[in-house]
């Protein structure tokens, strides 16, 4: 089946860049999930996002239905039960996934990690460096997605789930391509091992320090004298020291040039 794609590149609460292409999928996947990735990877998601300097950002997906030259409804899919309900309808004359590409900004001050995205850029940042408290729903949805996980890994994650996993991901690429297998689980870029952390009562920052305290850093001390180059070595070393740097001081990707 061919899938109509508007792309929506934003960038500081702005639309940058339009594109419209084709996605040609043999069937829909099972889950939101994967479709949001088969998309994303047929059209070049990552691609437009590195041409446009976004070193971090954000996907949204929406159903545009056209009605007529000057009405277009967009209806948001965010859920899996949303995916599975309107997907049949995807490939219709009137309709078009849209795909929204939004920068996100990480900031880094005293060792606290804050994202943002371009559209909450202004928003007030007096005291950024206390963490946020989850909600007790999104702690409630995060308890039963472990619980899930500790028997399977092909689970359902709601967009929030979603977005956190990817910036989880983005996070650890730099600690030598360390990735996240699952919300509790890492492999290390090194070893290649797979360590658990205890995603229920930690966030991103706090998973990140506890398997560089536990693991990441002893397989660091241990490679450097076996099988990395000194060089690499360095360049992870500085990496780490200015990740979790106590001192304060703010850095942002910078913006796209025009």
């Excluded at 084709?22 to 479709?35: I, N």
């Excluded at 001050?109 to 005291?127: F, I, L």
């Excluded at 398997?211 to 076996?226: E, I, P, V």
């Amino acid at each position: 089946m061919e899938l109509k794609i508007l792309i929506h590149a934003h960038n500081d609460g702005k639309i940058i860049q339009r594109e419209k292409t084709t996605c040609v999928l043999e069937k829909y996947p099972d889950s939101l999930l994967d479709f949001k990735a088969q998309v994303c990877s047929f059209v070049g998601v990552g691609d437009i996002a590195k041409e446009l300097n976004f070193q971090n950002y954000d996907t949204t997906f929406a159903k545009l239905v056209k009605h007529s030259q000057t009405v277009t409804e967009t209806f948001t899919i965010r859920t899996h039960d949303q995916y599975i309900a309107t997907r049949n309808l995807f490939a219709e004359d009137n309709n078009m996934i849209l795909i929204n590409i939004i920068r996100k900004i990480i900031k880094w001050k005293e060792g606290t990690t804050q994202v943002v995205t371009t559209d909450q850029s202004n928003a007030d940042t007096s005291n950024p460096t206390e963490p946020k408290k989850r909600k007790r729903s999104d702690r409630a949805e995060d308890k039963l997605l472990v619980n899930k996980l500790r028997s399977a890994t092909d689970v359902i994650r709601n967009e929030r789930q979603e977005n956190q996993l990817s910036e989880f991901n983005q996070l650890l690429n730099g600690m030598e391509k360390s990735e996240a297998v699952t919300e509790h689980k890492i492999r290390c870029g090194i070893c290649k091992e797979i360590k658990q952390v205890c995603a229920a009562d930690r966030n991103n920052e706090g998973k990140i320090k506890y398997f560089k305290r536990k693991h990441y850093d002893k397989c660091l001390a241990n490679s450097g004298s076996t099988s990395l180059k000194p060089k690499v070595v360095g360049q992870m070393q500085q990496f780490m020291k200015t990740f979790f740097s106590k001192q304060s001081q703010e850095n942002t990707d910078t913006p796209p040039k025009t």
